[in-house]
């Protein structure tokens, strides 16, 4: 048998490696926003025609056009976004305490029972994203047509 060289199959220096850091909520809020669709429930029909996992013709057609728009925009600018005479948040996290039940048996089905709220980022009257957000990032799961996760107390 004939003996291996010993010799390094790199040649030159290591490179740096740069480590993922995680951004700190004041830090992150002065950045753009960032959209994950790896949670996205496509499967999901927990409700009779509401807050059901999102469709490709209603993600391409109305939701992905008004992550677009907003991409421009810092996350302390979405959180400012107010509607209504009394100047209500649009955007906000909600406690996983406070969203239905089916909506927390859901997120139990799909392995995400173990967060404690969930960010809701509306899109135009009723509609409304729901996701987790970390960071800067907004990692999507449903698109809820009719404000039925976390109904609102007007209604």
Request: zero cysteines; a positive charge; glycine letters at 6%.
């Amino acid at each position: 048998m004939s003996k291996k060289s010993k010799r390094p199959k790199h040649q030159g220096e290591p490179r740096d490696r740069q480590i993922q850091q995680r951004v700190d909520p004041e830090n992150a809020n002065k950045l753009t926003p960032l959209w994950s669709f790896a949670l996205l429930d496509i499967e999901g029909s927990w409700r009779e025609n509401n807050a059901r996992g999102i469709s490709a013709q209603l993600l391409l057609s109305d939701v992905l056009p008004k992550l677009k728009n907003r991409e421009s925009m810092t996350w302390t600018e979405i959180l400012q976004e107010t509607h209504g005479k009394t100047g209500k948040s649009k955007n906000h996290a909600v406690s996983i305490a406070k969203i239905i039940k089916e909506a927390n048996e859901r997120l139990t089905q799909l392995k995400l029972e173990d967060i404690d709220e969930l960010f809701s980022l509306r899109l135009q009257g009723k509609h409304r994203v729901w996701g987790i957000r970390e960071g800067r990032i907004l990692k999507i799961i449903w698109l809820d047509e009719d404000h039925t996760v976390y109904p609102s107390l007007r209604e």
